[in-house]
């Protein structure tokens, strides 16, 4: 079965059996997902989210930064909060 068939029978329901199964890397009869079978799902679900979903209810969605939320005097302390550079613990 190709991908746009697999998305032309997915319904909402078996949408979220299949999220399901690739939240917990199994199946619902508890066989484990292969990585072949999670990506493939995860494909699945990525495209059937772009067509039924807005975008802030995607998989991986990220809202936009707000300049406003940002603390901008973070970099003043940036340097003195690193590890020292080239370190090299040896066992003795």
């Given at each position: 079965?190709d ?52 975008p802030?209810?995607r ?28 370190l090299i613990?040896?066992s003795?």
């Open positions: 079965m991908l746009e068939t697999l998305l032309s029978e997915l319904n909402p329901e078996r949408y979220q059996v299949l999220k399901r199964c690739v939240e917990l890397g199994k199946w619902p009869d508890g066989r484990r997902l292969s990585s072949d079978e999670q990506g493939t799902a995860l494909q699945v679900l990525i495209r059937w989210e772009a067509r039924h979903k807005p802030e209810e998989i991986g969605y990220i809202p936009p930064v707000n300049e406003s939320d940002c603390d901008h005097d973070h970099d003043d302390h940036t340097e003195s909060a690193l590890p020292e550079k080239n613990y040896k003795q």
